[in-house]
């Protein structure tokens, strides 16, 4: 199993020549760390869910193209014995080029969306709409989270659908949130991605 991510982390200045950023200034003052790791899951818990075997985790990182990364993941997937694995899964947050790394070195994988960061996006949602008024947005996020806890990302949408059409709250986060759902609900469930990634 992998998971990665790619945060952005300072460099000098010298790491940024000739790319763009996404300050003002349009300069790049980060370049993208993807880190992997590698882990078994053989047993489960009271709950029937699975859990991550004790010091099976492995990791790699590095700054690098998408393409270069990919390979880095396979080999170490490999070395860890996928071959040998009664099931392949690649988790991740949602962005394109993981799924396109999963499609190419990990091909007949399940992929699954990590269930934390698919929180973020309803959240976004509600921050949005809801703005200082605490109660609602509670109310609003815990609904959303049951909602994909239970495997449920079609209703996530139709609640995020739900707003996108009212006056005063913000259509342009709303639709891109809710391509967000469109793109990755069917990714394995997004209930099981939380549970596939306890320890």
Known sequence: MCVWTAPGVPVVKK???GRQGKGED?????REAKLGCVFTQTGFDRKGRPVRDDDSTSYAGAIEMAEVFGRRMYQEAMRRGMDSAGEAVVI?????????I?????YGATQIVDLYHAREHYWNVAKACFGQ??????QWTAERRKELDDGRPEEVIDAINRFSSLPGYDKAICEREIGYFEKNKGRGGMRISGREVSS
């Open 26 to 30: 349009g300069q790049a003052k980060t």
């Open 15 to 17: 790491e940024t020549a």
């Open 102 to 106: 999963a499609d190419e070195q990990f």
């Open 92 to 100: 991740g947050d949602g962005a394109a080029w993981i799924w396109n």
């Open 133 to 138: 008024n605490k109660d609602k947005l509670c």
